[in-house]
């Protein structure tokens, strides 16, 4: 079974590479499982904090204090795996050069292996939600079963931009400090932390095209508001994630073939 | 005879671009006008059949490396044609797959899951890998507190422990201490018996005349030789020129002519002379050697002759010659007295070797020896009840 | 100097009293995990003793690990006009020394090439290079040197042995006891963080040897019991007890070339065995069968063998066997009837073989000759 140039055996390697790094990263050390889970909730409760609490900041829907921290996470937690999947791309193949020197494999599942590591952020913030809107008598409805191509198109956008950053840091090594900056960026023009009618009205109709916001708001809606997400925003971010992978790949495979001048 | 061929390569040739990320995508869209590449390799053709090993000697940068890497498909070439019969395994480099935390047996464990071994076999395997590596309490430990010889034991019991078609081997065989370096040849070999082939890249000429039928000598490059293990290690070591031949043997065409026949076990003596234009001492050896076994024996410590300039007339005795082997090679050597602590060389004033291009080669015919062991010795066997010795 | 270990505390020098006088050139040796490079990183101020002091004065110099100092994103040459600051050159010494550090790592081009594009071998050579700049009072050397290939040891040996010349002071931790005995005049031998001998290289390395060996004996037998021991191939016969004996009786496996071995075995059967006739091969680690000689063909007729506790002996004489593992297999063939005959019974035991110490080749055995050298005239006449 071949999909884009990869067969089942790409799969697994995928998965296997996954499992390393998360075997590397978190379960080689205590510290590192801690870590794993309070690193997130510290984000969390950072950000829950400032603009709950000192900034006061309402949102229609929310009057007390812990709804606001609720629709804040369920906005956050996503952002988060965007950004953890954003950083772990960029910097795949020069992590795994020992590999790429030496074994023969397909260097491209490298960042879809390192995508898939923001599971751990998303799945410790997540769960965390959870907890909360249990606390809050606000329980799961059915349609939280959009949750799940909500990931998929978000996993796949993520390595579609993942392949690109990948294949570039390895020439431009700076890249990362550049992401991370520009990502941080995009987060405050985002309504994550403020209602959207809060941006100006220009804005408020470009946000539409904002992946970040195609990739936070459905989680609201679907967890929160217990209504379907907006659907012309989801094909949106199917057909650019689609595009972004057809395009990231042929460019990585272009790119590969130098990748040995820098590595 | 058909034979069945492994591995193919022709007229290879693989360059690096030097530069920066610009001249990358400008040679992505073809401007390439300008760009410094860098020659790995260039026009490199051989076939190894099923059943051999070819050996690639080289100094450093020849290219030995990049040839592994794009004989093993981890470089495409940028013209020429690479084809393998199977999937190859390679040992590449020491020190993959990342994290060091894992243990000796976790490393194994990973190894075996990433190439999709059956889950019932691991821990057999495992367990072969162990016993192997020889690395007892170590293989619970963690892979950082390894040193360099352990790492690469580990590393080739575990690539060897999954049979292997197709192996391509980078100057593994060094790094480890004799006794490990004993018992990698021997899998090797073993593998080779069954059917396995591969290259392998390697600076240990002598042991690469075990292993390998067929060597390559590459520079800068290209190949600059291809032949039989014996003539190629004569022309990489290149000897000749830095004989200073200060001190050198007289009438050597007369001791090298045509084979000598020995009788095992019996006296052996050869006598020949020496010139020597310097007053300082100098030393012979000698040496029995058995190069296609990469077997050496020894038969004399430095004698030094310290009796300033003129010619010496040098003889030899063995009062049991010990090799019963069909054919050997008698290597003499003379060089500059060796300073405590000193290992051997080949270079020195002179030498009569088989690495030199000339030696004097020993054979012996007899078939009423028995044809397996390699050493000569009468042995006194005893029984304590009644036995006949009848000699 | 006490770690902190998971379940305790580990002591890794215990009560360790010791002073080294200029001049002094001392060798350190045990087992893993002695405490010998504790010691060395203590005396080196990288680790500070939990009690007691340390007086050093001068300057002190260590060759510990190879290739950390090298930084990946510059060339070769870059790295050398580094390294050599970092010692405090001057660039005209730098410039005077750089060629001698080219030609030593002998990497061609690749000296202006970033040093990530290196082999793991040219690494080791230009680090090894580097050490040129060092000119050391005090030098602590913890030996690691098996990068590259032999050519290379060869000439690492001998830059070591240059820069112990220079420096005023030399401890050197290492597991060789030849370079101990070569370069060193005292010796400590550490073991489970204590100081259990220290005497002259000679003395202690040979103690040293002596202790080790029986440890090595323990382990062998441990190793290597999956392939040892009888193996019968008719269930009347029985090869027991192979032995391998020396001058005073004592058994061993592990032995030294010039030493004289005795062989013994011990054959029982219930049905007489006829025409017997029995095998004894060594096999190197490399699979060199290097001796397979039988009874027959050393010229003995074994008469039959029956009953049990049948004794037999080979008379080895001195070994001459070079260094290395070997596998002894004695294997017993002949007839029990028409129907059963051919191999009956073998034996396997492995056994390790060592060099004497002054010995620096290591063939794989050594032959007695005697080279005479006559001199027939005083200079190159023409005769």
């Not at chain 2, 591995?7 to 073809?30: A, H, N, P, T």
């Not at chain 3, 060592?354 to 080749?361: A, T, Y």
């Amino acid at each position: 079974m071949q999909l884009f140039g990869f067969n089942t055996a790409d799969g697994r390697l995928i998965i296997n590479l996954f499992k390393m790094s998360i075997r590397d990263h978190y379960l080689g050390s205590v510290l590192g499982l801690v870590w794993a889970v309070l690193n997130p909730l510290f984000l969390l409760g950072m950000y829950t904090f400032v603009f709950g609490f000192v900034v006061k900041a309402k949102v229609p829907g929310a009057e007390t204090t812990f709804a606001f921290a609720i629709w804040l996470i369920s906005g956050f937690v996503p952002y988060m795996a965007v950004a953890e999947a954003l950083s772990a791309t960029a910097n795949s193949v020069v992590a795994g050069s020992g590999m790429v020197k030496n074994v023969v494999f397909k260097s491209e599942t490298l960042p879809y292996a390192a995508a898939l590591t923001a599971v751990v952020p998303f799945i410790v913030g997540m769960g965390f939600l959870f907890i909360l809107l249990c606390i809050d008598g606000n329980f799961p409805t059915w349609h939280i079963i959009f949750i799940v191509p909500l990931i998929i198109i978000q996993f796949v956008f993520l390595c579609g931009i993942g392949l690109f950053l990948a294949a570039t840091t390895v020439f431009i090594r700076d890249i990362t400090q550049v992401i991370s900056t520009l990502i941080m960026l995009l987060m405050f023009f985002t309504p994550i932390f403020y209602p959207i009618d809060m941006l100006p009205r220009l804005i408020q109709k470009i946000t539409f095209f904002n992946p970040l916001y195609q990739m936070t708001q459905p989680y609201r809606d679907v967890i929160l508001y217990h209504r379907l997400p907006d659907f012309a925003g989801f094909v949106y971010l199917a057909v650019v994630a689609l595009l972004l992978n057809i395009f990231g790949l042929k460019y990585f495979r272009k790119l590969k073939g130098y990748f040995e001048m820098k590595m | 005879m058909s034979e069945q061929i492994d591995i193919e390569l022709s007229s290879v040739r693989k360059e690096f671009l030097i530069g920066s990320f610009s001249d990358v995508v400008r040679d992505m869209f073809g401007i390439s006008v300008n760009l410094k590449r860098y020659r790995a390799l260039d026009n490199v053709s051989f076939k190894v059949p099923r059943g051999e090993l070819l050996g690639v000697l080289g100094r450093n940068g020849a290219g030995k490396s990049t040839l592994l890497r794009v004989a093993g498909g981890i470089y495409s070439p940028d013209s020429g044609k690479v084809s393998l019969r199977t999937n190859p395994t390679a040992l590449l480099e020491m020190g993959l797959y990342g994290n060091q935390h894992l243990t000796g047996r976790k490393f194994c464990e990973v190894f075996f899951a990433f190439r999709d071994v059956p889950k019932k076999e691991v821990p057999k395997l495992v367990e072969d890998v162990r016993e192997f590596t020889e690395l007892d309490e170590y293989f619970d430990e963690p892979i950082h507190t390894y040193s360099a010889g352990m790492n690469a034991r580990l590393m080739f019991g575990v690539i060897t422990a999954v049979s292997a078609e197709i192996v391509l081997l980078d100057e593994i065989l060094s790094v480890g201490d004799q006794h490990f370096q004993g018992k990698s040849y021997k899998r090797l070999m073993n593998m080779i018996s069954h059917g396995s082939s591969g290259i392998l890249a390697t600076h240990d000429w002598f042991t690469a005349t075990r292993l390998c039928s067929k060597i390559v000598i590459l520079d800068r490059g290209s190949v600059e030789f291809m032949g039989s293990s014996l003539e190629a290690v004569r022309k990489y070591l290149n000897l000749a020129p830095t004989l200073t031949r200060r001190v050198f043997f007289q009438n050597r065409e007369q001791l090298i002519r045509e084979p000598v026949t020995i009788i095992p076990g019996t006296p052996f003596d050869l006598v020949f002379e020496v010139e020597s234009t310097i007053d300082t001492p100098f030393s012979i050896r000698i040496a029995l050697e058995i190069p296609r076994i990469a077997m050496v024996v020894l038969i004399s410590n430095e004698h030094i002759v310290s009796c300033g300039q003129g010619r010496y007339r040098i003889s030899l005795h063995i009062p049991k010659f010990p090799i019963k082997q069909r054919e050997c090679f008698l290597s003499l050597f003379i060089h500059e007295p060796r300073r405590p602590g000193e290992a051997a060389t080949r270079e020195g004033y002179d030498q009569i070797s088989w690495t030199s291009g000339d030696s004097i080669s020993l054979i012996h015919e007899d078939t009423s020896f028995v044809s397996t062991g390699i050493i000569h010795r009468r042995l006194a066997w005893r029984q304590l009840k009644a036995m006949e010795p009848c000699t | 100097m006490d770690f902190p270990v998971a379940t305790g505390v580990k002591r890794a020098v215990d009560n360790v009293s010791l002073s080294i006088e200029h001049g002094e050139r001392l060798g350190i040796i045990g087992r893993n995990g002695a405490g010998k490079t504790t010691l060395l990183q203590i005396m080196a101020g990288l680790l500070r003793p939990t009690s007691g002091q340390l007086d050093v004065s001068g300057r002190v110099n260590c060759v510990m690990t190879l290739g950390v100092g090298l930084r990946e994103e510059m060339t070769g040459r870059e790295n050398i006009y580094v390294d050599g600051e970092l010692n405090a050159k001057t660039r005209d010494e730098i410039d005077a020394l750089q060629d001698d550090i080219i030609a030593f790592a002998d990497i061609g081009e690749f000296i202006d090439r970033p040093v990530r594009t290196y082999s793991t071998g040219m690494k080791a050579r230009l680090a090894f290079g580097l050490i040129t700049f060092i000119e050391p009072e005090i030098l602590l050397i913890d030996e690691a040197l098996s990068a590259g290939d032999a050519e290379f040891g060869r000439k690492a040996s001998k830059k070591i042995r240059d820069l112990c010349d220079r420096g005023k002071i030399m401890i050197l931790v290492s597991h060789s006891m030849q370079a101990i005995r070569d370069m060193c005049t005292r010796c400590i031998w550490m073991e489970n963080g204590q100081i259990v001998m220290d005497g002259s290289s000679e003395e202690v390395t040979e103690a040293y040897r002596e202790a080790v060996r029986k440890t090595d004996e323990e382990e062998m037998r441990v190793r290597f019991q999956r392939r040892v021991g009888p193996r019968s191939y008719h269930p009347n016969c029985k090869i027991e007890k192979l032995e391998f004996l020396d001058t005073t009786g004592a058994s061993r496996l592990v032995w030294r070339t010039d030493e004289e071995m005795l062989i013994r075995f011990v054959i029982s059967t219930q049905t007489p065995i006829l025409q017997p006739d029995l095998k004894l091969s060594f096999e190197k680690l490399d699979g060199n069968m290097i001796l397979e000689n039988t009874a027959s063909g050393d010229g003995y007729h074994l008469s039959t063998i029956s009953g049990p506790q049948n004794i037999f002996e080979i008379d080895f004489g001195k070994l001459q066997f070079g260094e290395d593992t070997y596998e002894v297999q004695i294997e017993l063939s002949g007839m029990l009837s028409e129907e059963i005959k051919g191999s009956l019974a073998s034996y396997c035991e492995v056994i390790k073989i060592e060099k004497p110490f002054d010995c620096l080749d290591s063939p794989a055995y050594f032959c007695p000759v005697d080279i005479r050298a006559e001199k027939l005239s005083a200079a190159s006449g023409d005769m």
